[in-house]
């Protein structure tokens, strides 16, 4: 069994890395993919852990894009997946994220500002000692249930930090098109991440969206996913044999930031990703 979509405390998780690992290696796992949000920290700290547990450790990473869309002048967000199977990324690739870490931590001032104009005592200076190397929403929300402002981190994202509610403010992001070309230039597999957080169900908007996407150079796509029902999987799998689609699949574990979620078995034991996926992976390059 294998789990190709899991963070680390280097972006919103809460285990450090070398716990992360030891939870894999304690769980069974085969193979492990880092997939930190805009930062490959996290997997640099695990890769020495991870060769003497004996764990395939797969470099990866999510990230944060923006899709232009009719009626959306900002664009819709994307959450792109990169897969370096075969070596990892060159400086340039790294470089690149430092420029988004840059933009991440402009937003954060930006959104402490706004959280203090509505009333919120939260400074950018508690956010970031949670947060550490990449601090963002999620350790905003922990601060805002643990000061007793909102009672869960749902709650956090409804009232103040969704892309609709009354803090948010607005992060630089790369376009989807950038993200795809910057993962495959770096010698990545770009695949799209929880798609069903795009998707209304009914199917056809989806279609041409992922249409879209592959045009753009998406090469893969998340089947496997704690929040898809099995009328779901078969709905991606679909998708995936009609454009050609590699097929990626994890639990996007966090630890405590998403309880429920475990590792390698996702929401009530729902996944069960064999090995064969992530060699399929590798050979099909």
Not at 235 to 256: M, N, P, V, W
């Amino acid at each position: 069994m294998i789990d190709l979509h899991a963070h680390t405390n280097a972006s919103d998780g809460s285990l450090a890395p070398a716990e992360l690992v030891d939870r894999a290696v304690a769980l069974g796992l085969e193979a492990l993919a880092i997939c930190d949000h805009d930062t490959f920290a996290g997997y640099d700290e695990a890769v020495p852990l991870a060769r003497r547990a004996g764990l395939d450790l797969v470099c990866a990473l999510e990230l944060s894009t923006k899709m232009p869309r009719p009626g959306k002048p900002k664009g819709r967000s994307v959450h792109v997946l990169g897969y370096f199977l075969w070596e990892p990324p060159p400086q340039d690739f790294r470089e690149w994220l430092s420029e988004l870490q840059a933009a991440r931590r402009d937003r954060n001032r930006r959104l402490a500002d706004k959280l203090q104009s509505l009333g919120v005592d939260i400074r950018l200076e508690e956010v970031e000692a949670l947060g550490r190397t990449l601090a963002g929403r999620p350790h905003f929300a922990q601060i805002l249930v643990r000061k007793g402002y909102v009672s869960t981190v749902q709650q956090a994202f409804d009232v103040y930090l969704d892309e609709s509610a009354k803090a948010y403010v607005d992060r630089k992001e790369p376009s989807f098109d950038e993200g795809v070309r910057r993962i495959l230039d770096a010698g990545g597999l770009p695949s799209l991440a929880h798609p069903l957080r795009l998707s209304n169900r009914k199917g056809g908007r989806l279609d041409d969206l992922i249409g879209e996407m592959v045009d753009a150079g998406l090469r893969g796509i998340e089947v496997f996913y704690s929040e898809h029902s099995a009328a779901d999987v078969a709905r991606f799998q679909s998708f995936a044999q009609r454009y050609g689609l590699a097929i990626t699949g994890g639990s996007d574990f966090h630890g405590d930031t998403k309880p429920g979620i475990e590792l390698g078995t996702g929401s009530n034991g729902n996944l069960a990703i064999p090995r064969e996926l992530l060699d399929r992976l590798r050979e099909n390059r």
